[in-house]
């Protein structure tokens, strides 16, 4: 086995895959563009850098996102406890300070005795074995067009961002911080709506000046990660009955309720700047101080990053990789992170950590399907026949895992058992 492996893409995937190798002895060379080129979405040059949320979701166990979590952790995620290393409060989530995160993680890889990073375009699949491609959905032009020459494909959707202001631009008469419910600390910064202010702002949202394409680019949005205008274009109760969602947020001392809250998350530590939860847009930069401005206790916001909307491609990945992350025929090139179909930081990193395992232990034919890193993986190679033909990203979620043969009515019990039985899959394949 040749122990030099070569990864393209310095992002979630690329990092977590060049950690877990380096180290077990593998010496690995890093292709990273930026800061050479960059991309629509990145502002920094560090490996790692988060470009939408800061958010990396729930961490509970009887989530998806928080069993898929518990099983990385098993097996040695880098992206995991650099997170939690550089996390700011946000209740039951693992949300960090976006700049401190990245900087981590450029250091660890930077500074790893084993991993050579080349900051500079890659325009062709390299003939270098083992390979990781992790190039992301913002892959270069030019790779792009390799991989899909080679591939098929050329699959594409839009994803959106959300605005950060500073706090110090929040007006604190008008705006309190509470969780939902008051479950857990007050993590988040709301804003409450009366019927008369939602109104006016979803009027002037749906009114805005957006973002043009191309006639020939249809508008193709990920679910997960949704432009707020998209959202409200269903209706003017879609928003409060999602990102606006009023219920359990009343006034802590005034007892008031809201037609509509809009909560603010923390982008750091020290509480400077917060993002607008769910409020990723497609409006054009002045247009979005003026209609956020309208939400009270935002009048004198001041941005720090505005929304923005991207273009990320991905390949058909079934028929084209296995379980193991690996491309049929050619068994020795993998291909890690969004550009897989995955979608999120966390399925991003899990997809890279797999395929850094694989290489480690030749063999390897992937995780028990009961295992949500085993089911990830299915969804990616179109073992779930109705995946093969109409493939588009996904998170994991539940409804990845095989059923149980008895009914259990209660949800919670339900997803508690599957993290349980999913738990002790992993671990017996582990051997721990």
């Known amino acids: 086995m040749n122990k030099e492996v070569t990864i393209i893409g310095g992002g979630l995937a690329g990092c977590e895959s060049a950690f877990f190798l380096a180290e077990r002895g593998y010496r690995v060379r890093l292709y990273e563009m930026r800061p050479v080129r960059t991309t629509p979405a990145h502002e920094s040059p560090f490996l790692g850098e988060l470009v939408c949320s800061n958010s990396l979701k729930s961490t509970a166990e009887d989530t998806s996102s928080g069993l898929l979590k518990q099983e990385m952790k098993l097996i040695g995620s880098l992206i995991l406890s650099t997170a939690e290393e550089n996390s700011v409060p946000a209740g039951n989530a693992l949300a960090v300070d976006r700049d401190a995160f990245a900087r981590a993680v450029d250091s660890k890889i930077r500074n790893h005795p084993n991993i050579t990073v080349v900051n500079g375009e890659v325009t062709d699949i390299p003939s270098d074995r083992p390979c990781i491609i992790a190039s992301g959905p913002l892959t270069s032009d030019a790779l792009a067009e390799r991989i899909k020459a080679r591939f098929g494909g050329g699959l594409y959707f839009f994803d959106a961002i959300a605005p950060v202001i500073t706090f110090d631009s929040v007006d604190m008469e008008k705006a309190f911080f509470k969780s939902r419910w008051e479950k857990g600390d007050n993590d988040y910064l709301n804003l409450g709506m009366n019927q008369e202010e939602y109104e006016l702002f979803y009027n002037e949202l749906m009114a805005s000046d957006k973002v043009e394409f191309e006639?020939?680019?249809?508008?193709?949005?990920?679910?997960?990660?949704?432009?707020?205008?998209?959202m409200a274009a269903r209706g003017m109760k879609t928003l409060t009955y999602g990102p606006f969602r009023p219920v359990g947020l009343r006034h802590p001392v005034t007892m008031q309720k809201y037609a509509a809250v809009v909560q603010l998350r923390k982008e750091?530590?020290?509480?400077?700047a917060y993002n607008l939860v769910g409020c990723q847009t497609k409006m054009k930069i002045g247009e979005q101080k003026r209609v956020f401005r309208l939400i009270p206790g935002l009048e004198n916001a001041e941005f720090l990053r505005y929304g923005s909307i991207h273009r990320n491609t991905y390949i058909h990945a079934p028929g084209v990789l296995k379980r193991t992350f690996q491309v049929i025929g050619d068994e020795q090139l993998y291909f890690a992170g969004q550009i897989t179909g995955v979608e999120g930081y966390v399925e991003s990193t899990a997809s890279g950590l797999l395929a850094a395992y694989s290489i480690v232990n030749p063999g390897f034919e992937g995780f028990g399907e009961v295992t949500a890193l085993g089911a990830l993986a299915r969804h990616v190679s179109g073992e779930v026949s109705e995946n093969k033909k109409e493939y588009v990203p996904s998170n994991f979620h539940f409804g990845m895992l095989p059923p149980f043969e008895e009914r259990i009515r209660d949800k919670k019990l339900k997803k508690a058992r599957y993290a349980e039985r999913a738990l002790a899959s992993l671990r017996t394949s582990l051997g721990i």
């Open 215 to 230: 006639d020939f680019e249809k508008l193709n949005v990920y679910e997960g990660c949704m432009p707020i205008e998209e």
């Open 268 to 272: 750091d530590k020290d509480g400077t």
